[in-house]
C-alpha cells in the first residue's frame, strides 16, 4: 500500500547532487599540500586513537614524498578496510580529534581524506599489495561479511588459511554494504572492499544462514575454528500502537532501501518523524530530506545535551533543515485506511541524574499534541541477532545478547571466536575492525596449539 502522500520526486542530477560525497576525494596537488602541513609527531596522538593503530605520521609522509602506493600500505597492512574507514570513520572523535594542531589552533589534518586518497589510488589502479600466505592447511569459517568478518578473513587468508566466509544476505559486506548513509559510501564502495578481500583466496557464500541452512555441526566438521561477526539484527519496535500501519518503517529497512535502490524509487512521505537520537537517526533525517521529504522530525524523549549522536552528524542534519523536537515522547501512531497519517506525542521532563548520571524522561500529564505526517521511522536501536548461537555448545551471551568472549575474542566454546557489533553491542566500522583482527591472532594461536593443551592453560601462560 503506498503512502498516503510521498515528497514530490526530485530529477536524477539533484539526487545525485544531494547524496554526493560529504567528504569530497582530494587531488594531488591538495593532498600534498595537506600531507605538508602534519608535524609528524613521535608517539602520534592521531595513531593512538586510531583503533586500528594505522601508523598515520609514517602513511602521509609517503604521500608527501610522492610514494602513495607506499601509503597504502602502510594503511592496509593495519586495517584492510581502509577504504570505507577514509570514508565513514569519526574521524573528528578518533584520529584527528587527536591531533596536536588543536593545541596550536589550527585545523587538524585531514587524516580521513588522505587515506582515502591513498587507498583509493591503489584500488582504482588494480594495484595489488598483498597475497594470500603459502596454504597451511587449516581452515576457518566467518558467520557473517561484515567488516569484522572481512577483518578476520583477510588477516588469517594472509597467514595461510583458507577462509569462507557465510552470509544470510545477498550482497557481502554487512552494514557498510546495508548500512551506512549513502552520502558517505555506496554500495560499490564496499564490495570493492570485498573484491579485496577475495582477492586473497577467501570464499564468499551469500544467502546461506548458519543455524538455518548450515548447522553449528557441519561449520565444526569442516572448519578448525569458526569466527562470529554477525552483527546486530533488525530495529527494536516501540511497543506503541499503530505500530502496523503502512508507512512505519525500521530505520536499517528505510536506510537499506536508499542504499540498495535508485534514489528516485524510495518512497519517502512528505512529512516525516523519526523516533531516536543516535547516529542512526541522524542518518534516517539526513537522507528523508535529501530525498525530497519537506518536513522531517526527529523526535526524542530527553534534551539536545542527552543525544548519542556525534556533534557533526547532528549539526548535518541541522543544516539539512531537520526540525527538533526534543523532550517528546510518542504514544499513538495514528491512521486512516490502514496508513500512517501522524504520530501522537507527549512532552517529557527530566528527572534528576541517577546515579550512572542518566535523566529518566517522564512524560507530562496532559501535555498530549499531534504531528501530522505520512511516515515514521524508528531508529530506537538494534535487537541483538545471537541468540541462535546458543545451539553451539558453550557460547555464552551477556544480558543483552552479546557475546561473552576472552581477551583473545575466544567464546566459551573454544572453537568459537567473535567480533564487532555482536561483541561490542554497536560501535564504528574501524572497532568492528579491529576485534576481527585480534581475533584472527587469537585463532591462529588456538589452531596451532599443540594438541592435549587447553586453550584455558594458554590463556594462563599469556
Ligand atoms: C544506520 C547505520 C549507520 C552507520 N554508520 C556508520 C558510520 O558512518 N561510520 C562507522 O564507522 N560505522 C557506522 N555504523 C556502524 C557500523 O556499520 C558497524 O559497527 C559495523 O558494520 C559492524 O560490523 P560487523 O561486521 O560487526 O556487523 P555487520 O556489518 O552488521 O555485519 C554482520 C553480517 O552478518 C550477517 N549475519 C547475521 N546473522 C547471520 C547468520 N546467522 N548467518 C550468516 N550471516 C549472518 C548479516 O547478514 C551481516 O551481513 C553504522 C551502523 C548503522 C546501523
Ligand atoms: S597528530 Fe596531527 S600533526 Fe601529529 S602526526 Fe598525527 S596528523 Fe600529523
Redesign the pocket.
Known amino acids: 500500500m503506498p503512502l498516503r502522500e510521498t515528497a514530490p520526486k526530485l530529477t536524477p542530477e539533484q539526487y545525485e547532487k544531494n547524496f554526493s560525497d560529504i567528504t569530497p576525494p582530494m587531488n594531488p596537488r591538495q593532498a600534498a599540500i595537506e600531507a605538508s602541513r602534519c608535524l609528524y609527531c613521535f608517539d602520534a596522538p592521531c595513531t593512538i586513537a586510531c583503533p586500528t593503530r594505522i601508523d598515520v605520521p609514517g602513511f602521509i609522509k609517503r604521500i608527501m614524498t610522492g610514494n602513495v602506493r607506499g601509503a597504502a600500505r602502510v594503511i592496509l597492512e593495519a586495517n584492510i578496510l581502509g577504504e570505507s574507514?577514509g570514508r565513514?570513520?569519526?574521524t573528528e572523535v578518533l584520529c584527528e580529534g587527536a591531533c596536536v594542531m588543536h593545541e596550536k589552533g589550527e585545523e587538524a589534518i585531514e587524516i580521513g581524506r588522505l587515506q582515502r586518497y591513498a587507498v583509493d589510488h591503489v584500488l582504482d589502479r588494480n594495484i595489488r599489495l598483498f597475497h594470500a600466505g603459502a596454504p597451511n592447511g587449516r581452515c576457518v569459517a566467518c558467520?557473517?561479511?561484515?567488516?569484522?568478518?572481512?577483518a578476520c578473513a583477510a588477516a588469517l587468508a594472509r597467514l595461510g588459511y583458507q577462509v569462507t566466509v557465510?552470509?544470510?544476505?545477498e550482497l557481502?559486506?554487512?552494514?557498510?554494504t546495508?548500512?551506512?548513509?549513502a552520502y558517505?559510501t555506496r554500495v560499490t564502495d564496499s564490495l570493492r572492499e570485498v573484491e579485496l578481500v577475495k582477492s586473497l583466496g577467501v570464499k564468499f557464500r551469500q544467502n546461506?544462514?548458519?543455524?538455518?541452512n548450515v548447522s553449528f555441526d557441519e561449520l565444526e566438521k569442516d572448519f578448525d575454528a569458526i569466527f562470529i561477526?554477525?552483527?546486530?539484527g533488525e530495529t527494536w519496535a516501540m511497543d506503541i500502537p499503530g505500530e502496523n500501519l503502512e508507512g512505519v518503517y525500521g530505520?536499517?529497512e528505510f536506510?537499506e532501501r536508499t542504499k540498495v535502490l535508485p534514489f528516485a524509487e524510495v518512497s519517502v512521505g512528505r512529512r516525516v518523524a523519526c523516533i531516536g537520537a543516535g547516529?542512526?537517526a541522524i542518518?534516517v533525517v539526513t537522507a528523508a530530506r535529501r530525498l525530497g521529504a519537506e518536513i522531517v522530525h526527529l523526535i526524542y524523549r530527553r534534551s539536545e545535551h542527552e543525544m548519542s549522536a556525534f556533534r557533526y552528524e547532528y549539526e548535518l542534519a541541522k543544516k539539512d533543515g531537520v526540525n527538533f523536537l526534543w523532550q517528546t515522547q510518542p504514544v499513538r501512531i495514528l491512521g486512516a485506511n490502514g496508513v500512517v497519517t501522524g504520530l501522537e506525542c507527549v512532552r517529557t521532563r527530566l528527572a534528576e541524574p541517577d546515579a550512572r548520571g542518566k535523566r529518566a524522561a517522564q512524560p507530562t500529564l496532559n501535555s498530549n499534541f499531534t504531528i501530522e505526517v505520512e511516515m515514521v521511522v524508528r531508529a530506537v536501536g538494534?535487537k541483538p541477532?545471537t541468540e541462535?548461537l546458543r545451539a553451539a555448545n558453550g557460547i555464552e551471551l551477556h544480558k543483552n545478547g552479546t557475546v561473552v568472549v576472552n581477551e583473545r575474542h575466544q567464546t566459551g566454546n573454544p572453537k568459537y571466536f567473535a567480533?564487532?557489533?555482536?561483541v561490542n553491542g554497536?560501535?564504528?566500522?574501524?572497532?568492528?575492525v579491529a576485534e576481527?583482527m585480534a581475533a584472527a591472532r587469537g585463532i591462529d594461536a588456538y589452531v596451532k596449539m599443540p594438541p592435549g593443551v587447553s586453550s584455558d592453560a594458554s590463556r594462563q601462560e599469556n
Do not use: H, M, W
Open positions: 574507514c565513514v570513520c569519526p558467520i557473517g561479511s561484515g567488516p569484522a568478518s572481512l557465510f552470509d544470510r544476505s557481502p559486506g554487512g552494514l557498510s546495508y548500512g551506512i548513509a558517505k546461506t544462514e548458519i543455524g538455518r561477526g554477525v552483527g546486530l530505520a536499517l536506510i547516529n542512526t542518518d538494534q541477532t541462535f567480533g564487532g557489533d555482536c554497536g560501535s564504528e566500522v574501524v572497532d568492528a576481527g
